[in-house]
């Protein structure tokens, strides 16, 4: 029947068809949500953009932690499916990270605008991803499914401590993320997993400090604002890729990378932003 899905899906392939769902998949990817959470970091708005990496991270730890538990394996290689740009497909099967972490974040994105037709757009790049995956045969109709479910609640999750944090000034649930997150690598130890990890830890050390020492205030003429955000991307990108070059392979590496580059937008990008004068303290 889960197979018979997609092959029915499958059937309307072409050229055209599997290059739009494979830049429709890429709206499930690192590099997209590191382009565009930098630019509403840096230049729009600091705390839609915390609120958007929270949902975003804890998404992302929820799914690789259920992905490693589980452990289904994907419809790549099953008679009849032809599955594509498998290289995105890392991991377990279920639930679909792709399709979880586009629903955290076009979903938390659709809370923070507050606008119908947001709303309504951000739906349809939802449901466009669940079918890339499966278009794309890396995922079973039930990963996607669950992957909507996990991303809502994460959103449902992530906005109870973000309120918590920022409204009221209770910062014990980041704290008690913090001591589980840490402790659970001892346990849960895929690759997808540390990833995700090790992007929670460095948003929540990167907001301590940018928190606490910096201030920094994302006001400033446009010109300032193209220089900062090119500025920020070209370091961004140099840290992690080249990171991936010069250490040794292995999954705590890896971890350590998305911390760097994760803490760094966080916090080392607003502070090189204020030491090249192109940010200042944030005004109140």
């Known amino acids: 029947m889960t197979s018979d899905l997609i092959k029915w899906i499958q059937s309307f392939h072409s050229d055209t068809l599997d290059q739009f769902f494979i830049l429709v998949t890429m709206l499930g990817e690192e590099y997209f949500y590191i382009a565009i959470l ?4 840096w230049n729009i708005n600091k705390q839609t953009a915390r609120f958007l990496v929270l949902i975003l991270a804890l998404s992302a730890t929820v799914n690789g932690a259920i992905k490693e538990v589980v452990g289904h394996s994907r419809p790549i290689g099953e008679v009849g499916i032809r599955s594509k740009y498998t290289d995105t497909a890392e991991g377990a099967s279920f639930p679909s990270g792709h399709t979880q972490n586009a629903t955290a974040f076009f979903g938390a994105a659709g809370l923070a605008a507050k606008n119908p ?20 045969g890396v995922h079973w109709p039930l ?16 906005k109870f401590i973000y309120e918590k944090s920022e409204k009221k000034g209770e910062y014990l649930p980041y704290f008690v993320i913090l001591v589980l997150a840490v402790v659970s690598v ?9 990833k995700a990890v090790a992007l929670l830890l460095g948003y929540l050390v990167g907001y301590f400090f940018e928190e606490n020492f910096l201030q920094f205030d994302v006001r400033a003429p446009l010109v300032t604002q193209i220089m900062k955000y090119l500025i920020g991307l070209a370091v961004t990108g140099a840290i992690f890729l080249g990171l991936k070059m010069v ?3 292995g999954v705590y590496w890896d971890g350590l990378r998305y911390f760097l580059t994760i803490f760094f937008v966080m916090f080392g990008a607003p502070a090189l932003f204020m030491v090249m004068k192109l940010s200042r303290h944030r005004i109140f």
Request: hydrophobic content about 65%; aromatic content about 16%.
């Open 38 to 41: 930098s630019m509403i970091y």
């Open 247 to 249: 250490l040794p392979t």
């Open 186 to 194: 001892f346990f849960l130890t895929s690759s997808a997993y540390i």
């Open 143 to 158: 990963d996607v499914i669950a992957g909507i479910g996990f991303g809502i609640l994460s959103i449902v999750v992530g």
């Open 117 to 136: 037709l947001l709303w309504i757009g951000f739906s349809i790049l939802i449901v466009l991803v669940a079918i890339s995956r499966l278009y794309l």
